[in-house]
């Protein structure tokens, strides 16, 4: 067989092969992709970014709301009285001297100014304050981003004690008799001197006494100021007042060891208004004397359950507070803003005069009380954190903490609806008109806690700041709740 053998065409004796194309890409095409990255980032990163603050409050909402309901599952489990701390931002001074009291008005020169917890909050002199703007400290005063939880211990009573104590009530009268001692001055803008001739008559200062020199080594830490007390086989609890620290206990006892001071809460008028409004008004009758008594304590901070928000994110307190506004103040920020504790007006709180605030679930299971600060416009008294009966449901509004944010109307010398408009059409945010925010309801009777998107809402000409608060409270629960 012969095989035939064909010889390749070529040019010149040589074969022509295809060109291999060179790897990679031109500088032309590499520019054009870069230049379409670009505008697909300039279009959607905007979005993208507006995505990831929405879901970080969605988040931080979540946190509150799950926290909360641990809380709550923890008094119940434990049978005993457990609270939600709502630490805020700044507000809380270090004791320098070691003296027990946290103040910026000390004898020693040589002594500094209280370290508080964020450089963010300003120091200033009690001569000064009236001077500043309302807006100074606002907020570290009104951001929370951490919350932790706190147990109440077990009651003071005279069976846990070495030695018998005697309470007397104080007869109110004109002029005081006795006199109170002088470690217990700040006592005397509680007291309102002239009750008896404004018919108000209202036993508000205790005495207490001892057969032995150690009344104020053996209650003094208790007694004082955020504390409650009840008397005898009474159920009434009573929340004290004054002092503020156990300083003037101590203070007193080099005067007369056997005895020491206090003052309580005790006002007809505030019956169903907000203090004490869970139970009637009890009135305590001048002269009279218990042996049996019970000290209630706040609850106790467990800082190993401490849990934080996520970054960027907090609770609005300048916005949070309870439903209804009982103490006729038209005021829905009660008692959560700092802007309560000055009341609109010129001056300003220091940081170490804002406390934490605390959510008090019961061991049924039951929001039962709040303790939040309190301080009267003008006292000398230092603020306190004064026990509020929750007979209305409690809201905590969740946003961006760079957007808490309350303008003042600088004609009113207050929060206004004005001021709040006024602030938007500068390009300037807040959480109360932020779409992304959150709330976070909590139901007194039920123990139900549930979280929802801020609702959008439309005010009207004729609406306060009050009013809007209380708008985007409704809309936001108005229709069916979307737990997390």
């Known amino acids: 067989m012969t095989i035939k053998r064909t010889r390749a065409s070529h040019s010149c004796g040589r074969i022509t092969l295809p060109k291999k194309r060179p790897k990679g890409f031109t500088l ?17 990163l905007p979005s993208l970014k507006g995505m990831m603050a929405d879901r970080k409050t969605s988040q931080a909402a979540i946190v509150v709301k799950n926290y909360i309901e641990a809380a709550r599952a923890r008094a119940i489990g434990k049978n005993r009285s457990v609270s939600v701390v709502l630490e805020r931002l700044s507000g809380r001074a270090a004791d320098l001297n070691g003296d027990g009291v946290i103040n910026l008005l000390d004898t020693d020169s040589t ?3 209280p370290r508080f917890v964020s450089s963010t909050a300003t120091s ?37 004690l070495p030695t018998a104590f005697s ?5 109110p009268s004109v002029p005081d008799t006795p006199m109170i001692p002088t470690p217990y001055d700040p006592l005397m803008p509680l007291l309102d001197v002239d009750q008896v001739s404004s018919g ?12 032995f020199a150690n009344a104020a080594a053996l209650l003094g830490e208790y007694l004082v100021a955020g504390n409650e007390v009840s008397f005898g086989s009474s159920p009434a609890r009573y929340t004290i007042t004054s002092p503020t620290s156990r300083t003037p206990h101590d203070n007193y006892a080099a005067t007369d060891p056997t005895t020491i001071w ?3 809460l005790n006002e007809r008028g505030l019956d169903g208004l907000g203090e004490m409004s869970a139970a009637p008004y009890v009135n305590i009758q001048a002269g009279e004397v218990w042996g049996q008594f019970k000290i209630f304590q706040k609850p106790k901070t467990i800082y190993t359950q401490a849990v934080q928000l996520p970054k960027g994110t907090c609770i609005d307190l300048s916005l949070s507070g309870f439903a209804n506004d009982r103490l006729g103040y038209s005021d829905y920020r009660a008692r959560f803003s700092s802007d309560w504790v000055i009341g609109g007006t010129a001056g300003v709180p220091r940081p170490d005069e804002m406390r934490p605030i605390h959510l008090v679930f019961s061991p049924n299971g039951a929001l039962t009380r709040v303790y939040a600060n309190q301080k009267a416009i003008g006292s000398t008294v230092s603020p306190q954190s004064v026990r509020v009966d929750t007979v209305d449901d409690v809201f905590l509004h969740i946003g961006r903490i760079d957007q808490v944010y309350m303008p003042v109307d600088t004609t009113l010398s207050g929060r206004s609806r004005a001021a ?3 602030a938007e059409a ?21 123990g139900a806690i549930s979280a929802a998107p801020i609702a959008n809402f439309l005010p009207v000409a004729t609406d306060s700041l009050f009013d809007i608060v209380g708008k985007s409270r409704s809309g936001t629960y108005s229709s069916t709740i979307t737990g997390q």
Request: charged share 15%; with cysteine; hydrophobic share 45%.
């Open 262 to 264: 206090f003052s309580v």
């Open 167 to 171: 309470f007397t009530a104080r007869s």
């Open 28 to 44: 032309i095409e590499l520019l054009t992709v870069l230049g379409v990255a670009a505008l697909l980032a300039a279009l959607v």
């Open 420 to 422: 709040l408009e006024l």
């Open 426 to 446: 500068n390009g300037i945010k807040q959480n109360l008109t932020d779409p992304s925010s959150y709330v976070v309801r909590l139901s007194p009777k039920s």
């Open 124 to 160: 200033f002199s009690i001569a000064s304050r009236a001077t500043q703007s309302p807006d100074l400290n606002f907020l570290p005063y009104n951001a929370c981003i951490k919350l932790s939880m706190a147990e109440e211990p077990l009651p003071v009573t005279e069976r846990s």
């Open 200 to 211: 108000i008559n209202e036993v508000r200062v205790i005495k207490v006494t001892s057969p």
């Open 111 to 113: 002594l500094t100014p």
